[in-house]
Nanobody, 123 residues
Framework: QVQLVESGGGLVQTGGFLRLSCAAS????????MGWFRQTPGQEREFVAA????????YYGDSVVGRFSIFRDNAEMTLYLRMNNLKPEDTAVYYC????????????????WGQGTQVTVSS
């Protein structure tokens, strides 16, 4: 079992950047495919990015491709999401998740979730 803690959210202007982190407070991230999702009030959780266990394969949601980058440091047991050229529509609570052996866009394939970190992009 693994417990995840996100950090790095905050308020940023349009065009700015943030880097989110997801660390394991208990357990380890190694051995898990990892993902980032986001959610706004009244909306379903949206896939943002996913990364394989090795870090060699990644998927991105259509709305963030080319702007966001997911990567991991297995030695530090930390997952990151670098978000560039942020837009107001990126405003959401961002969640990291740890899944099974295979990279996935579906939240159903993730077993462990963090508490979320708020990202707000002002226009």
């Amino acid at each position: 079992q693994v417990q995840l803690v996100e950090s790095g959210g905050g308020l940023v202007q349009t065009g700015g950047f943030l880097r989110l982190s997801c660390a394991a407070s208990e357990g380890t991230l190694s051995g898990y495919a990892m993902g980032w999702f986001r959610q706004t009030p009244g909306q379903e959780r949206e896939f943002v990015a996913a990364l394989s266990r090795s870090g060699g394969s990644s998927y991105y949601g259509d709305s963030v491709v080319g702007r966001f980058s997911i990567f991991r440091d297995n030695a530090e047991m930390t997952l990151y999401l670098r978000m560039n050229n942020l837009k107001p529509e990126d405003t959401a609570v961002y969640y990291c998740a740890a899944g099974g052996k295979f990279i996935s866009r579906s939240e159903k394939d993730y077993d462990y979730w963090g508490q979320g970190t708020q990202v707000t992009v002002s226009s």
